[in-house]
């Protein structure tokens, strides 16, 4: 069965970095886009990033644009999420997710069918 389980999350201290993995089974990344979400407590949980199911388009949250990149390795069926000039409004827990094919705008959390458990980050010194 589709299984995506995250990695990576931990304490940092702003402008810190750390690098989530989302290591996924049941399906091959070539067939399917990939995202990573984060949901903070009491907010609603918001696009971070996308990878398509070539590796060869991404996109990012404004809020995140330039700081973080994600990648992929085929041969490890596992999504990365590097995050560098880490800040405080960055904590929260941040899910992968596998994008249903043709589900159009990429931000939208409706097209993604499958998600993680999610791993918790926190920016704080």
């Known amino acids: 069965q589709v299984q995506l389980v995250e990695s990576g999350g931990g304490l940092v201290q702003p402008g810190g970095s750390l690098r989530l993995s989302c290591v996924v089974s049941g399906f091959t990344l070539d067939g399917y886009a990939m995202g990573w979400f984060r949901q903070a407590p009491g907010k609603e949980r918001e696009a971070v990033s996308y990878i398509s199911s070539g590796g060869g388009i991404t996109h990012y949250g404004d809020s995140v644009e330039g700081r973080f990149t994600i990648s992929r390795d085929t041969a490890k069926n596992t999504v990365y999420l590097q995050m560098d000039s880490l800040k405080p409004e960055d904590t929260a827990v941040y899910y992968c997710?596998?994008?249903?094919?043709?589900?159009?705008?990429?931000?939208?959390?409706?097209?993604?069918?499958?998600w993680g458990q999610g791993t918790q980050v926190t920016v704080s010194s």
């Open positions: 997710a596998r994008r249903a094919p043709g589900s159009g705008y990429w931000a939208t959390r409706g097209g993604y069918d499958y």
